[in-house]
């Protein structure tokens, strides 16, 4: 009889250990699957929040906004005014004129990255790649050769023959140095006739006795006069829209 229970013992236990045993033979590819996914889904959401937190810089850096907030501050200080207009007017002069000359390349990214991306014609990566190419010819267009030969130089890598085969980590320093370089010619050239009115108020007053009078208290008023008269802000922004190529 004990013999009995145990034959009849050991086909349950073996009965249970192959039922318990069957699920997960079968289920287990589906588990990995939708495990990997789950990891590539969270891959995805984490590298878009990044994109996200480096967007301002990628604005301010890569874009026109470089130039054309270092223009409008050598504007209002060769003019001699503190506050006025405050640092949020001029940067959203800034953001506005930025939006206004990238157009193009924006509407180039969209048509020729996001949306194939939307339809599902390409993947995450090669969205990407298209989007970056837009944003490296523009970049390439304001970037003078010497720039280029500098970080080329630095980076010890030869010129190629086709300029956007160039790695975004030397086009986007080169373009940033170019960037710098105009805005400070160019606030260069606003702080000139400033600097004129500023010499004849100094020496006038000085001729007339007249020394312990702040010369910039009498030349502000002929600066702000001589900056409406020649209708400034119209060809400030005629010159920085038409100096992007």
Known sequence: MLGKMNKKQGFLVVLSVSFLTRPKVVYAAPLIDNLLNTVDGSLEVLFLLSMITLLPSLLVMMTSFTRIIIVLSFLRNSMGLQQSPPNQILIGIALFLTLFIMTPTFTEIQAEAIVPYEAGEI??????????????????????????????????????????????????????????????????????????IDMVVASTLMSMGMIMLPPAMISMPFKLLLFILVDGWSYLIDTLVRGFN
Request: proline letters at 7%; charged letters at 25%; aromatic letters at 10%.
């Open 123 to 196: 993947d995450g990566r090669e969205a990407l790649v298209r989007m970056g190419n837009p944003i490296k010819e523009f970049m390439l267009a304001q970037t003078k050769t010497e720039e280029l030969d500098l970080f080329l130089n630095l980076a010890n890598i030869e010129m190629p023959e086709d300029l956007m085969d160039l790695p975004l980590t030397v086009v986007a320093p080169s373009f940033m140095t170019s960037e710098l370089k105009r805005a400070f010619m160019m606030g260069f050239m606003i702080y000139l006739p400033f600097i004129v």
